[in-house]
């Protein structure tokens, strides 16, 4: 049955174009603050702020980016952000060719890069149950979830050893031809796109519609808090992570991509283990033991003496991170209603992402004032004890997740 996937042309198309586009993105995930640090010279303030650059889309984009979703063509819409990212990417190696490259461009690029970023992940968590029956939902996501965790592997350690043969901003080229990749993948793919019939609500209504459908649910509102409070955690662990492994324990670019790309891995194998997890364990047990079991090694990052004890905390918390998604996001979509759907998804998007941006500040405000070490230790430990939100809940009680909306 797990085959039918690969023969699905449509999303067969869609999952290469992701997988392409991920892995893309995967590298400027390192080069990005790899140039800010080794060419810019950038402060741990500054290297906050384009992380935070990066993340801010998801507090002023996600809600209209619903709206938007749930009214045009999204395969169409997806195509136009692969193109405007595209661009984006590109220029940042040709303001570095004519040495006009500042931080300040980065953080353009990395505000724009992010913009089109969260319509596109709006865009395609919308598009999925359109290719997709019910039943396949989780293993549709399952298979796009795993190859993004592959990419997350991959790209940082090609960006890594790109950088020893070419100047650190070139490789965001890398990024530029993965967004034209994807683009062209949707282009190929047949299935007509579904509009909905044009918006008789009042814009209000329209836009907090999906908003209030995930907080008046008792299970979303918890799954909800849970992701929200280990993402502004983990985004303190990510803004600081590359500065600690080039500034406190020696690592090389190269180095620091293998790292990354090694701590990837563990979302490789959620990934592909979360489907037998499910089944045999249930599906609303999955959603708080791995966090709880796995989740909390994250602790060996700030408790490192080696950058491998590094990867093994970033490798605990991506497979703990992709067990979760995967569930919660196939939960989501089986449970909205069709037309609801792209602005259910932009609203928990929009509250679980938009503290990311607060973290990403408030890590590098830390950082320089009170060392690395004790600042990723307490990332390391809001983001654990996260799951608290669902552990502590009738989700504990539970073997599967209900699939009704009340």
Not at 19 to 36: E, K, R, Y
Not at 199 to 210: D, N, Q, S, V
Request: aromatic share 6%; net charge positive; proline share 5%.
């Amino acid at each position: 049955m797990s085959g039918a996937l690969w023969r699905d042309r449509d999303f067969a198309l869609l999952w290469a174009g992701q997988t392409v586009s991920d892995l893309g993105s995967a590298t400027t995930l390192l080069i990005l603050p790899l140039i800010a640090v080794t060419t810019l010279d950038a402060s741990t303030t500054e290297v906050g702020l384009l992380s935070a650059a990066a993340t801010v889309a998801w507090f002023l984009v996600p809600l209209p980016a619903g709206a938007v979703v749930d009214r045009v063509a999204k395969r169409r819409l997806m195509v136009v952000c692969d193109v405007v990212r595209c661009v984006v990417a590109a220029a940042v190696p040709l303001a570095a060719a004519f040495g006009a490259a500042r931080v300040e461009h980065l953080v353009v690029a990395a505000f724009l890069l992010g913009t089109f970023t969260v319509l596109f992940e709006v865009s395609w968590q919308s598009y999925v149950p359109e290719l997709l029956p019910p039943d396949r939902l989780t293993e549709g996501n399952s298979r796009i979830a795993t190859t993004n965790a592959v990419a997350t592997v991959l790209g940082p350690s090609l960006a890594g050893l790109a950088v020893l043969l070419m100047p650190a901003p070139d490789v965001l080229l890398i990024d530029a031809a993965s967004f034209a990749a994807s683009a062209g993948t949707l282009l190929l793919i047949r299935a007509r796109d579904r509009r909905s019939p044009p918006a008789t609500l009042a814009i209000r209504e329209h836009l907090l519609g999906g908003l209030r459908f995930a907080w008046n649910h008792p299970v979303l509102r918890r799954v909800v808090a849970c992701s929200a409070t280990a993402n502004f955690f983990d985004a303190i662990t990510t803004t600081l992570v590359v500065v600690f492994l080039v500034r406190d324990l020696g690592a090389s670019s190269a180095t620091a991509g293998i790292v990354l790309g090694i701590g990837g891995a563990g979302g490789v194998v959620g990934g592909l283990l979360v489907r037998s997890l499910a089944s045999r364990l249930g599906e609303a047990r999955m959603l708080w033991l791995g966090k709880l079991s796995v989740g909390g090694l994250t602790v060996l990052i700030p408790a490192s003496s080696s950058v491998w004890m590094v990867s093994a905390g970033l490798f605990a918390n991506s497979f703990s991170v992709v067990l979760y998604n995967i569930l919660q996001i196939t939960y989501r979509q089986a449970v909205c209603p069709p037309e609801l759907r792209g602005r259910m998804n932009a609203a928990i998007r929009w509250t679980i992402r938009s503290v990311i941006p607060l973290g990403a500040i408030l890590a590098g405000l830390l950082g320089d004032a009170v060392g690395l070490r004790p600042v990723l230790l307490i990332s390391a430990l809001g983001a654990w004890l996260a799951v608290g939100w669902v552990f502590f809940s009738p989700l504990r009680h539970l073997r599967d997740l209900p699939l009704t909306s009340r």
